[in-house]
């Protein structure tokens, strides 16, 4: 049940983030068994109000999941700030997915890139057990995309789609839940 309006156009005003804007993502969970097709398990929505706040933006979002489990209502929504390569808040977008009885929380990716500075092509950079690297440029619709890849130590863990630097387009993560059983995760802004 969608009870916000649909996505406010962030070019209608003259670019991303420079005034608040409303964001409406939608996202799947799959599972990828090895040797078999991916299967369908989770479907969410994420719907978003960005706020420019000084450096950095406060976040609204409300979380709507379809499917292996959800959160209690108070859980699927919540405010935070994002700023100067930090996002603080009590609550965080996530998902609660149950596999085999088991319940994992699942973080999903910021509506705006947590990143101190605006990204630039070639641009590699370490924050914590992350690092980051500016890999490329797409088009997505009718945005123009920087695609920044995360890794950790195990490999690359997401890849996002940022116009202009810093609003999510799009995202595509790699899981492992249970016992090592492959997941992805994919939201992409409606």
Do not use: C
């Amino acid at each position: 049940m969608h009870v916000l309006s649909p996505l406010l156009l962030a070019a209608a005003l003259g670019g991303p983030l420079e005034e608040p804007v409303l964001l409406e993502y939608a996202g799947n969970l799959i599972a990828e068994p090895r040797g078999e097709e991916p299967v369908g398990v989770k479907r969410f929505t994420m719907t978003a109000l960005a706020r420019p706040d000084g450096d950095g933006h406060q976040l609204a979002f409300v979380v709507a999941e379809q499917g292996g489990g959800a959160w209690p209502w108070p859980e699927r929504f919540g405010q935070l700030a994002v700023a100067k390569g930090e996002a603080n808040g009590k609550a965080r977008p996530r998902l609660l997915h149950t596999f085999n009885g088991t319940k994992y929380p699942i973080d999903l990716p910021l509506p705006v890139f947590p990143a101190a500075k605006k990204v630039n092509a070639g641009e590699e950079w370490v924050e914590g057990k992350y690092a980051f690297t500016v890999a490329g440029n797409a088009r997505i619709g009718d945005r123009e995309t920087d695609r920044v890849d995360v890794a950790t130590n195990f490999g690359l863990y997401e890849s996002l789609w940022l116009e202009e630097g810093r609003l999510l387009v799009k995202a595509d993560r790699k899981l492992f839940l249970g016992r090592g059983d492959r997941f992805r995760l994919t939201l992409r802004l409606v």
